[in-house]
């Protein structure tokens, strides 16, 4: 039975792992930016292929879900091979269980083995992530600055928790193929839940599942990230930097009591007009926010702190393995009592 599965998943093992191979070539070729250490302007190559080892993390778990999960059931449905199989001395059972345990050992490490190589790629600008010394809103520029590693998008592409994710797809599509038994069909529909879960997770599960941290910050031109001044001159967005390489989920400006407040109208003059100094450089007023200072303006920062970056990796990876492992329970007793 491993043999005839082997036979029948090695075409689409060899395009994936055969892929994976130029991927790491390119990787180990082009090598790691910012050597040494200090941060650096990446140049416009080392840029895209930072941007493109993310995006590739993040599109080989569907990729194995649509082309690997989906149709591993439903090729056999509907080409009627399964009556074949299970007239032998396989039994249902043993046959579905061959093809995940076979598949799914192979969809976990492609994705790990990609994930390993654009982690290692990516060492050195995960090091230097810091937080935005001051984004561009209204009139504030600053230097570069890269994601943390904790925070989204890159969180999903580092570490453990594309092998979750991997697996996952990988077992919602032979799911969706048993449930719906169209090849098409269950692709489309193991696309639109694995998005819909990972969207989930990102917004409604991963910034809860440890109590986020709290601090209150000063506001001053130097840690200040987003001065966004509205049409009437007033104050549309205020931000600070939160601690280096946290991932900020809320910040809100207080007064000295602690209460959360508007900032004052006039501090959007702590920023001086573009055209006074440059159109993309403008300068911070140090009397403005010092002034913000005195009278006991703050933010305050909701964020989960760089450090629980592994502790997050294992809570996330643990999620997505465990929905897999209900998943594949569940494709096992459909195959034993809803197909024909």
Known sequence: MIWLAWRQFRGQAMAVYGLLAVLVVILVITGPPLPGSGVARLTSAEDKVYNAGIMLVYGLPAIIGIFWGAPLVTRELEAGTYRLAWNQTVTRTRWLATKLALTGLAAATAAGLLSLAVTWWAGSIDAASQPSTLAHVVSVTGADAFA?????????????????????????????????????????????????????????????????????????????????????????????????????????????????????????TCVMPPRQVSETHPVPSQECFAKLSALGYRQLVTYQPASRFWALQGIETAIFLTLSALLTWLCIRWTRTRLP
């Open 148 to 268: 943390s590693r904790v925070s989204p998008p890159v969180f999903g592409a580092r570490g453990i928790v594309p092998v979750g994710y991997a697996v996952f797809a990988f077992v919602l599509g032979v799911a969706a193929g048993i449930l719906l038994r169209r090849t098409v069909l269950a692709m489309a529909v193991t696309l639109a839940v694995f998005v819909a879960v990972q969207v989930a997770v990102l917004f409604a599960v991963r910034p809860y599942v440890i109590p986020a941290a709290q601090d209150t910050i000063p506001i001053t031109s130097a840690n200040i990230s987003k001065l966004g001044v509205s049409g009437s001159g007033g104050v549309a967005e205020l931000a600070v930097a939160g601690p280096r390489g946290a991932w900020v989920l809320a910040a809100e400006t207080v007064d000295a009591a602690g209460q959360a407040v508007t900032a004052p109208p006039w501090t959007a």
